[in-house]
């Protein structure tokens, strides 16, 4: 039990819920809803690094493994991040063939251009295999798929104007509930140990709640709900009360890991949008990261894969440089790959 009370210690000293003063200058680091839209990119600049320091490890240097082996929670924020996004998306423009059009040429003119490389290299893939393996039709129906977040996600895409319309209808008991049987369910799929150890689908499952919660501090926001604050603090206390419930099968049981992981989100939503407050220096950084975070964890990814079937090797000796350089390699590349693409005007062609 040292492991998890260090954790939330640490978390909690962070979490920024009391003013701090700074020499000469009184800082308000107090947490407000509009912190997840104004840090939205810093946010996802986290997530992407995080869910890299897990996929690489550190097993030299303990306290980055000690970091990096929660990184999973880094695609909850993505998650969430995109819940809210979308939900102000639609409210801007609400023409859903518009709507769908800009998702789906966010996602695959970068996956399919980035993907040749994964499926010529690692897979070995015939025109018609890559053609497959990138449409993510193959996550859903058994055959070839490159990972299982970007099918995730553009299946978020898909029920995002149902979700947001149950927000607009206000039926909030409904959603509430939605996201209360979601986890019900996953707890029993966890408890029961009725799928794989990394069963893809599963991963979506339990975290579909995160999604609804970005659609819902974008409602809190729009239409002014002060006490959307209350609510979100409230979570988090209820979700630091169930991590810890959760916590001793944290490491039995090896989808209960990752499963409490979620339950600590507001807390590090939290954490994170008050580092940037505190650290303005490091925000132009980290925005840039997650401006280009969807091509970074392609090419990432690639490297990941590799890794996992053998086709890459990393000698024990040197793990941990190796590892901050696939992190540093992957991020400078796939945020060149993000201004090439955006320079290349292939959006513009459809």
């Not at 966890?190 to 991963?203: N, R, T, Y």
Request: one cysteine or more; glycine letters at 8%; a positive charge.
């Amino acid at each position: 039990m040292i492991e998890i009370e260090i954790l939330l210690l640490t978390l909690l000293r962070l979490s920024g819920l009391t003013r701090r003063q700074k020499t000469g200058n009184r800082m308000k680091c107090k947490f407000e809803i509009g912190d997840i839209s104004t840090y939205r990119s810093e946010l996802m600049g986290w997530a992407i690094v995080w869910i890299m320091m897990l996929h690489f490890t550190f097993t030299q240097v303990k306290p980055l493994g000690f970091v990096a082996q929660y990184g999973f929670a880094g695609v909850e924020l993505f998650i969430m991040v995109s819940g809210l996004g979308l939900f102000f998306s639609l409210l801007k423009d609400g023409n859903l063939k518009r709507f769908y059009k800009k998702r789906l040429l966010r996602i695959f003119p970068a996956y399919y251009l980035l993907g040749i490389f994964g499926s010529w290299l690692l897979h070995h893939d015939t025109l018609w295999q890559y053609l497959v393996r990138y449409s993510t039709i193959g996550f859903w129906t058994g055959g070839l798929y490159a990972e299982w977040y970007i099918p995730s996600i553009v299946a978020l895409y898909a029920v995002a104007p149902l979700l947001k319309g149950l927000f607009d209808r206000r039926q909030l008991v409904a959603v509430a509930l939605l996201c209360v049987a979601l986890l019900a369910v996953s707890f029993v799929v966890v408890a029961l140990q009725l799928v794989d150890k990394g069963e893809p689908h599963f991963f979506l499952l339990y975290r579909i709640p995160a999604f609804v919660l970005g659609m819902a501090c974008a409602f809190w926001l729009v239409n002014g709900i002060s006490a959307g604050r209350k609510y979100f603090l409230g979570l988090m206390a209820v979700g630091v009360v169930a991590f810890a419930l959760l916590y001793p099968n944290h490491h039995q049981v090896y989808n209960y890991k990752y499963f409490s992981l979620l339950f600590l989100l507001p807390l590090l939503t939290v954490v994170l949008t008050t580092v940037s407050k505190l650290c303005p220096w490091v925000n132009p950084v980290m925005r840039a990261i997650g401006t280009a975070s969807l091509e970074i964890y392609i090419i990432q990814g690639m490297f990941f894969h590799a890794i996992l079937t053998g086709q890459m090797t990393i000698p024990a000796a040197w793990h941990d440089a190796v590892a901050v350089g696939l992190i540093v390699g992957s991020t400078l590349s796939g945020m060149a790959a993000h201004w090439l693409i955006g320079k290349s005007g292939i959006n513009r062609l459809f």
